[in-house]
């Protein structure tokens, strides 16, 4: 098994499949939010091209892609001021994080204990600092790097 030091062990973004596989992904999830009770209100008329191109670089950075999302949209700040103000509730956080991980299976990426406990933790993670920055007048870390994702504690298994 490689080490978490090892130069060796790829990124979450090169084990997902590269920037192919993250569109895959988030074209699964807006394709599921859409007809969502909870989540489409999000969206009126639906998810964007735009907005579909953005998440996905957002998560190629997260995951150790190119820093697309920080050189060309605006980085932390702008993910940030996107999610200012909306209310999200706990039922909606959860439902986002099943709703990725359900699109993880439609987007056939790996499937691999490893890799899914790592995409957790980052849902798990990340939408509950959305919940907290989306409540009006909620106190926020105005400025941050977009987060820069890894395996936790288990790297990918490689005999």
Known sequence: M???DDHSVPTL????????AIRRLIDAFYNRVEVDELLSPFFPGGVS?????NVAAWWDEVFGGPDTYTREHGGYQRMLAHHRDLGITVEQRHRF???????AD????????EFRAALVGYLEWGTRLALQNSQPGA?????????????????????
């Open 106 to 113: 439609d987007a056939a990426l790996p499937d691999d204990p």
């Open 97 to 103: 994080a099943s709703t990725m991980s359900l699109a």
């Open 49 to 53: 091209e735009e907005h579909r191109a």
């Open 13 to 20: 973004y090169e084990w997902a499949g590269g920037s192919d």
């Open 139 to 159: 106190p926020v870390v105005e400025q941050a790097p977009v987060p820069r994702w890894g395996w936790g504690v288990a790297p990918p298994y490689q005999p």
């Open 2 to 4: 490689a080490s978490m």
